[in-house]
């Protein structure tokens, strides 16, 4: 049974820091052929893909909104993506999800999510003071 279970959010104060986990299983091919991505979805907003890596290569794609702040990494001895959120303001705030998707490019991120079937339960976030 294929499964993404994502973990690490909370509340967190503007300016501070969060660590999210997506650790995959039941996969029938190696973790590294995945190409695995963190999606945001804000209060009343769409999925939004903010961070992806690549398979087999591990190329990253982010946001405008997030770079120089987020950083994705896979650990492929633990099959875990994370992504390191830091400098954290009230507009990251949301629920953050992560998908799988074999043979793909970073721009995963870039595509519709209703194209996507392999999807974490998410993780909340939210920034506030």
């Known amino acids: 049974q294929v499964q993404l279970v994502e973990s690490g959010g909370g509340p967190v104060q503007p300016g501070g820091s969060l660590r999210l986990s997506c650790v995959a299983s039941?996969?029938?091919?190696?973790?590294?052929?995945?190409?695995i991505g963190w999606f945001r979805q804000a209060p009343g907003t769409e999925r939004e893909g903010i961070s992806c890596l690549s398979s087999h290569y591990d190329n990253t794609y982010y946001t405008d909104s997030v770079k120089g702040r987020f950083t994705i990494a896979r650990d492929k001895a633990k099959n875990t993506v994370y992504l390191q959120m830091n400098n954290l303001t009230p507009g990251d705030t949301g629920i953050y999800y992560c998908a799988a998707a074999p043979f793909q490019g970073a721009t995963l991120c870039q595509r519709s999510y209703t194209d996507l079937e392999i999807w974490g339960q998410g993780t909340s976030v939210t920034v506030s003071s």
């Open positions: 039941g996969f029938t091919l190696d973790f590294d052929y995945y190409a």
